[in-house]
């Protein structure tokens, strides 16, 4: 069942949600305060009824601001025995080593596991 389901903006990305544990949130996040953004996300995700929780991430560009609210998501996301999977496109280093950058910030805090697929 759909928990939460944001349709993507100039700035913004798409995000669904489903109680199975699957969270996907895709395209661009330019905004200047994603803080409330991204919080609804971790607010959303205390309805997930799933043991363990994908969440995919499929961006084509992210700012700075965005970058440490994807940090806080990925720490929220511990507590839910959470598998990243991070997606991107062939040739987007930018994007592939900010996925890389992550895996290795997660992985020394909590070994959440990340598989990269490209595009």
Do not use: C
């Amino acid at each position: 069942m759909k928990i939460l389901n944001i349709d993507p903006t100039e700035k913004s990305p798409s995000v669904y949600m489903d109680t199975d544990g699957t969270l996907n949130i895709t395209g661009k996040s330019i905004l200047e305060h994603p803080e409330d953004f991204y919080q609804k996300i971790m607010d959303s995700m205390d309805m997930i009824d799933a043991e363990d929780v994908t969440i995919t991430f499929e961006y084509e560009y992210f700012n700075t601001a965005s970058a440490r609210a994807i940090m806080k998501l990925l720490k929220f996301a511990f507590d839910f025995n959470t598998t990243v999977v991070w997606s991107y496109e062939e040739g987007d280093e930018d994007m592939q080593e900010a996925g890389e950058d992550y895996q290795e910030i997660m992985w020394k805090h909590s070994k959440m596991p990340f598989k990269f697929v490209v595009k």
